[in-house]
């Protein structure tokens, strides 16, 4: 089978290896199409994890061959591949947050497994990491599972209510995914930040009820979020752009007993003033990846057409363009929402 296998920082090789066998318990899936993520960019730009595996965690494809054990599938399946399935015996497991689970998410066991960048995929954990999809869900719609289900945990753990006011800054697939879930959930007004036009455009067209150019009102931003919310600021504030600038927006956006949602995970240091958080009581709260239940309840709102994805999926290419036409043309052209890739 062809893999882009990541070599080096800025490296990625096309291989040829020998199709995954399914040990028992285990899965092999053929892959249909797996998304770029932001991930995939900090590993091929910075060189994030060690070198000599397959990346791809976005991955959606059928069911290729099922090891002995394994129940509730059938050859021809067709799922979404999460991320590592949880240990259910670690701290964090027994108490509720298997998306922390120590076992899955090492590096010998988690982030750097082989992932969906190749033509099939070993799945270590089907029962938790495979999940159905329903069959009004093409794969173009699926492919968007892990940014949506993403979105949703983070919401689910933040203090968003029903008649908040909300703001996301940054509309990638994951804040135009937060614009979509808050709307869903029953957020008062939401405002969309954006500095590149076509993502603006898209967030409008997706439900955000006003989209601004942090880059255009400047220094003047803070007071006009306070004033169209009360005089005081928006509830919840979600960071979805991964840079430092918009994190520290995100703090003067909220209002004094607000909060702010770290989405985006930049790796840059952010400038903050502690003593200004505390006298305005201002929350941070940050979430990592999903659970098998997010996943399917986002492959839910998608089968049911109450998450819209038109717009979202910018481009499929092929495995052998996944340098120039993906990871480099994503970060040249910033209008690109979604680029996947088809083995």
């Known amino acids: 089978m062809r893999a882009a296998l990541y070599e080096n920082k800025g490296v990625f090789t096309l291989v040829e290896r020998p199709i995954p066998q399914a040990g028992p318990g285990e899965a092999v899936v053929k892959i249909e199409l797996c998304g770029i993520c932001g991930t995939d960019l900090h590993i091929y730009l910075e060189g994030a994890f060690p070198p000599g595996f397959v990346p791809g965690h976005e991955n959606v494809g059928t069911v290729f061959q099922l090891g002995e054990g394994v129940q509730g599938f059938q050859v021809g399946d067709r799922v979404a591949a999460g991320p590592p ?35 099939y995929m070993l799945v270590k954990d089907p029962r938790q990491m495979l999940y159905p999809i329903p069959d009004s869900v093409s794969f173009e719609d699926a492919v968007l599972t892990d940014t949506v289900a993403t979105a949703l945990r983070g919401i689910i753990q933040s203090a968003f209510k029903m008649g908040d006011n909300v703001v996301v800054s940054g509309c990638g697939p994951i804040g135009l995914s937060a614009v979509q879930l808050v709307k869903l959930g029953g957020a008062r007004h939401v405002t969309a930040l954006e500095v590149v036009k076509e993502k603006r455009d898209l967030a409008a067209r997706l439900g955000a009820d006003l989209v601004s150019d942090p880059a255009a009102d400047g220094d003047a931003l803070p007071d006009r979020i306070r004033d169209l919310y009360n005089g005081v600021g928006a509830d919840l504030v979600l960071e979805c752009a991964g840079v430092a600038q918009s994190l520290e927006l995100c703090f003067k956006l909220a209002r004094a007993g607000g909060q702010v949602l770290n989405l985006g995970a930049g790796g840059k240091p952010v400038s903050v003033v502690p003593a200004l958080l505390a006298v305005r009581e201002i929350g941070l709260a940050s979430s990592l990846a999903y659970t098998a239940d997010e996943a399917k309840l986002a492959l839910s709102y998608l089968a049911d057409g109450r998450f819209r994805t038109d717009g979202m999926l910018s481009d499929i290419i092929p495995l052998a363009d996944i340098v120039e036409k993906g990871l480099e043309r994503l970060m040249a052209d910033r209008s690109l929402v979604k680029v996947a890739v088809a083995p």
């Not at 259910?88 to 689970?101: F, K, N, T």
């Open 85 to 119: 399935g949880s240990c259910g015996r670690c701290y964090y497991c027994i108490h509720g947050r298997p998306s922390l689970c120590v076992t899955a998410m090492s590096e010998t066991n988690g982030l750097s497994r082989d992932g969906g960048f190749a033509e």
